[in-house]
């Protein structure tokens, strides 16, 4: 391997990875579980080993758009108490 296609290599696994990231955060998220996110990554895995598979920059398309449809169209919603742990303490006085 040339040291262009080790580059290449890197950047397409780190993109992949953190495409896949979006995917398996938005489904523990919406189902409060570790679960769902194991079963999705589970079965990711068995895909990648299937033979035949399509080119891998289609993967990482459909991948990629599966993040961005969950995110923009079934928004997560945010808990009261994870709202007011992210804005932090407040100035006005303890009474």
């Keep these: ?26 489904l523990t998220i919406k189902s409060r579980s570790v679960l769902p996110a194991a079963l999705a990554h589970g079965f990711y895995n068995i895909f990648l080993f299937m033979p ?3 080119p891998g920059w289609l993967i990482v398309s459909f991948w990629a758009g599966c993040a961005w449809g969950l995110f923009r169209y079934f928004p997560v919603e ?4 994870s709202v007011a742990a992210e804005t ?8």
Excluded: F, H
């Excluded at 945010?78 to 108490?81: H, I, S």
């Excluded at 932090?88 to 009474?95: F, N, Q, V």
């Design 78 to 81: 945010a808990d009261d108490e």
């Design 88 to 95: 932090g303490p407040t100035l006005e006085p303890a009474i």
């Design 52 to 54: 035949g598979k399509e």
């Design 1 to 26: 391997m040339t040291a262009t296609v080790i580059i290449l290599t890197i950047l397409g696994r780190l993109y992949m990875t953190v495409v896949l990231s979006y995917v398996l955060a938005w």
